[in-house]
């Protein structure tokens, strides 16, 4: 109300304030709220200057009856032709006398008549945030011009009015009043004023001059409004509550049917009231928090159902039903499971197996499943399981067995194949890598290692074969786990570098009993049975004490081999050695007879090989080099006995030559 009483007496009432009084007077001002108060006018080339003249002193009659100020009424104006151009916005000028100034000095475009964009240019420039527009407060926009629009005007003037834009349309001379209804906001009678010339324009004010500034038609006369009455200037028109719509008299009011007008959206039930509605459900459904839509009501959920295993809720009730396999018995709430295989419905060739409601097919031991899910074929063992046969694997009905070939036995594994049944054995060596040893020898060594692991069927269940060096400390060069065939153990044995240094032979085998016999570096459990050995190669006498070590490793069941070589000393080898000592102790004073050791280590190990094979001696032994002196005797004897041969020969064809003479 207060915005439509400020923009009709900015329009009307200060004209006539301005006219009717003396100029030496100052016009009334009727004080209102704040207003953003914009006037958009034509300077078309049909404008002549002295008609401009007159426009101008319009607007400033008008705004010097106003209360101007930042925080009290903004005045902008945008003048507009064939383009539109703004003179100056609501935040440029708090003063009037500078608003005064401004529009004084406004120079015509004289050009065209584009209404249309003028309104859409305003609607988007002048009444923004960045112009000065303020938030909720009325925006007026007051529209002078003198001819026909040259573009469209109704809908840029609706979607104005729509963002809160009052309108006033004030056409002078050859204005089209068609026009002027389209662009002004309703009711026309308050809202669109035409006169014959711009000498006129103020004129059109005197007879809204008690409108503007009279009494309030509401409070003071029979205004017949069935709801609320709402005073306008010199006018007043009526509406009603929330809810209701005015009639067609004007005056009396009809409630909003929201559901006859079919403006819900209810998903079933739309209760009406004036001007709402709320949302209902039908019976056996309940609304659901969204006050719209609407649910079945869960009968189980109860929790009185009695259901064997499910309960499904149904439209003012429940129903029973089984889970997958079952079937629901008479009294609608039990259930019973489907032996498809005791009822004989299936197809299996040889076993049936249940399930509730399905079965599946199996086969009898020694036969497989074929691809149809219901026939057994005879199965290949060896073919279907991971069997682990070294050499070969022969099935049998449901079962397999491993085989050999020929010259080779099957060890106690069932899997792997060895010359002799006590290949199988965890083998770890401990060889000196100190000083005294060489370079040179060292490599003997390593080849003495070789030499051994040649005798042995190495495998993962076979013989498993760790390394360990030591001089000062003590360094496994890989353990039980590391590698599973002679080939791969030989060629790290010759990568293995020389450490030299000082020789702890107890603190190898101390390291030997706690680490490299451990499950964790590859030894496997007691409980399985397998040999445990321990070889130590030295060359001199331990710088450290080995009594401890040597006998707990006895203790715990591992079978210790003492080499030595040059100076070692045979009572630590003795001590070393399991009993019986003579075959489990070795020694020779030179690395290079080190190979016959391994022959007969070979023997010791895998006895059954040793049938019928000469045993090896040290050459360098007392008795050795007896046999030996004997057998070079006895050779010379022979040479002597052929050189006596040879010489009678010869002197017999001597003799035969001489007599042909």
Do not use: W
Not at 28 to 41: A, H, R, S
Not at 68 to 80: D, K
Not at 399 to 424: F, M, R, V, W
């Amino acid at each position: 109300m207060k915005m439509r009483q400020l923009s009709a007496f900015i329009l009307l009432t200060l004209a006539v304030l301005a006219t009717a009084r003396p100029k030496t007077e100052p016009a009334q001002k009727c004080k209102t709220g704040p207003v953003d108060l914009v006037f958009l006018i034509d300077s078309s080339r049909s404008v002549r200057p002295h008609e401009f003249e007159t426009m101008r002193k319009f607007m400033i009659d008008i705004i010097n009856t106003l209360d101007i100020g930042l925080n009290a009424t903004r005045v902008g104006v945008v003048q507009y032709s064939s383009q539109v151009r703004t003179e100056f916005t609501l935040k440029t000028h708090a003063r009037l006398s500078n608003i005064v100034k401004a529009i004084n000095q406004i120079i015509p475009l004289a050009q065209g008549t584009m209404t249309g964009l003028a309104i859409r240019y305003m609607m988007n420039e002048a009444f923004t945030p960045e112009a000065g527009d303020r938030p909720k407060v009325p925006n007026v926009a007051v529209i002078v011009t003198d001819g026909r629009p040259q573009d469209r005007v109704a809908e840029v003037a609706a979607e104005a009015r729509e963002k809160g834009i009052e309108i006033y349309a004030v056409g002078v001379a050859r204005a089209d009043m068609t026009s002027l209804r389209a662009m002004a906001s309703p009711p026309f009678e308050d809202h669109v004023f035409l006169v014959e010339s711009f000498d006129l324009i103020h004129q059109f004010g005197i007879q809204f001059q008690d409108k503007l500034c009279g009494v309030d038609l509401c409070l003071e006369s029979d205004h017949g409004c069935e709801h609320i009455c709402e005073s306008t200037p010199g006018s007043y028109h009526c509406l009603c509550l929330p809810g209701y719509t005015v009639n067609d008299d004007g005056k009396t009011c009809a409630a909003i049917d929201l559901c006859a007008e079919r403006k819900h959206n209810c998903e079933q039930l739309c209760v009406s009231s004036p001007g709402s509605f709320t949302c209902d459900c039908n019976k056996g459904y309940k609304l659901n928090n969204d006050k719209r839509t609407c649910s079945m009501i869960d009968y189980c959920s109860f929790g009185n159902h009695s259901c064997d295993h499910e309960c499904v809720s149904v439209l003012n009730g429940y129903r029973c039903r089984c889970n997958e396999g079952y079937r629901l018995l008479e009294d609608s709430k039990t259930c019973q499971a489907i032996d498809l295989c005791a009822e004989g419905k299936h197809d299996c060739e040889q076993i049936c197996v249940s399930s509730p409601g399905v079965f599946s097919c199996d086969c009898n031991k020694g036969f497989k499943l074929n691809k149809d899910k219901k026939t057994c074929t005879n199965m290949n063992m060896c073919n279907t399981v991971e069997h682990g046969c070294e050499y070969q694997c022969v099935s049998t009905p449901g079962s397999y067995h491993c085989i050999c070939p020929e010259g080779q036995l099957l060890q106690d594994d069932g899997k792997s194949c060895g010359t002799c049944k006590s290949a199988n054995i965890d083998l770890v060596l401990l060889i000196d890598g100190s000083k005294s040893v060489r370079p040179q020898n060292f490599e003997l060594v390593k080849k003495f290692v070789n030499q051994v692991v040649d005798s042995l069927d190495v495998s993962a269940h076979g013989t498993r074969v760790g390394l360990v060096q030591y001089s000062s400390r003590v360094r496994t060069e890989f353990p039980l786990n590391m590698y599973h065939t002679a080939d791969e153990i030989k060629a790290a044995v010759m990568k293995v570098e020389y450490m030299e240094k000082g020789t702890m032979t107890g603190l190898a085998l101390k390291h030997m009993l706690e680490n490299s016999f451990s499950e964790a570096e590859g030894a496997r459990p007691l409980s399985r049975n397998i040999p445990r050995i321990g070889l130590v190669f030295t060359d001199g006498r331990s710088q450290d004490d080995i009594t401890e070590y040597a006998k707990k490793a006895k203790e715990a069941g591992i079978t210790m081999y003492a080499v030595g070589v040059g100076k070692a000393v045979e009572d630590e080898l003795r001590e070393i050695a399991s009993e019986p000592v003579e075959k489990h102790f070795y020694y020779t004073t030179d690395f290079t007879a080190i190979s016959t050791i391994a022959e007969n280590l070979k023997l010791n190990v895998c006895p059954e090989e040793s049938q019928g094979e000469i045993e090896v001696k040290d050459p360098c032994a007392c008795e050795s080099l007896v046999e030996f002196q004997q057998a070079t005797m006895n050779s010379l004897e022979q040479v002597t006995q052929k050189l006596a041969g040879m010489t009678a020969r010869l002197e017999q064809l001597e003799n035969q030559l001489f007599s042909r003479k």
